[in-house]
Every structure is written in C-alpha cells, then in structure tokens.
C-alpha cells in the first residue's frame, strides 16, 4: 500500500524531475544575471521606510515579543483577506517545519524526499522517529 502511495505522489513531479539533471549543485552561479536565493538571505537591500522602522522598534528590543504573533498575523489577515486564526508564524522555517513534523509524523511512518533537497528534513523525521527516504532525481525519473 505504501509503495502504491509513493509512486503516486513521485508521478506528482515528473513534470519538473526531468529538468532538474540539468541543474547544479556543485556551487554558486557565476552569472551576473543570477540571483542566490537558495538560502532565505535577501540579495536585495532594505526598503529605506524597512530600516526607519525597525531602527525606531530598537527603543523596545529589552520586551519579550508576542508569544502568539498576533499583531504579525492580523496584519498578514487584513492584507491578504484570510482570518488571522489562518495564519501561523514562527521563527523561520525550521521552525515551522518542526511544528508540521510534530503534528502529523508518528514513530515508523514514512517520509520519502527527492534529493537533492533541504538537508534539514532527514533530521526532523527521524526526531519523531519516522523513517526517511531519500529519492534521487535520476532515480525517480529515468
């Protein structure tokens, strides 16, 4: 049954599979029309009206933040018109993996990842004791 399952959700990406051969990952591109955006760093500089604001929101750096985000997720609600008890926030996306992890692994499942991939997935599986499958992408698309 699982095996059926997997090859279901593999067939999910063979529209993609067969291109990513073509691409690298033995460093940085050196193309200065590239842009890095594999590692969340903004390549980018602030928006000046970004930097006057949290230079004034340095006077409150010695306060403990919201536990529930909740100033951060009603305003995310009033802007893209959802509930703010849609919204979760936390502290980057290890974070928040963490908590999907949690929330629907139990020891002896089975998680099955296209590699190469977010390194960090092998590690939060087997903190909830689920078994890791590393897939990859030649394999899973011949």
Request: proline share 6%.
């Amino acid at each position: 049954m699982c095996d059926a399952k997997l090859k279901t959700v593999l067939s999910l990406f063979s529209p993609v599979a067969s291109k990513l051969d073509a691409l690298s990952s033995n460093g940085p591109a050196t193309d200065a029309n590239c842009v890095k955006l594999n590692t969340n760093e903004n390549p980018f500089p602030l928006p000046k009206s970004v930097m006057q604001s949290a230079i004034a929101a340095i006077d409150h750096q010695y306060l403990y933040p919201e536990d529930d985000n909740l100033s951060l997720r009603a305003a995310a609600s009033d802007t893209y018109g959802f509930s703010k008890d849609q919204v979760i926030a936390g502290n980057g996306s290890s974070e928040l993996l963490g908590l999907i992890y949690r929330a629907f692994l139990a020891p002896g499942d089975r998680v099955a990842m296209l590699s190469p991939g977010f390194s960090f997935n092998r590690k939060l599986a087997m903190l909830q004791g689920a078994e890791f499958l590393e897939i990859a992408s030649s394999e899973a698309h011949p």
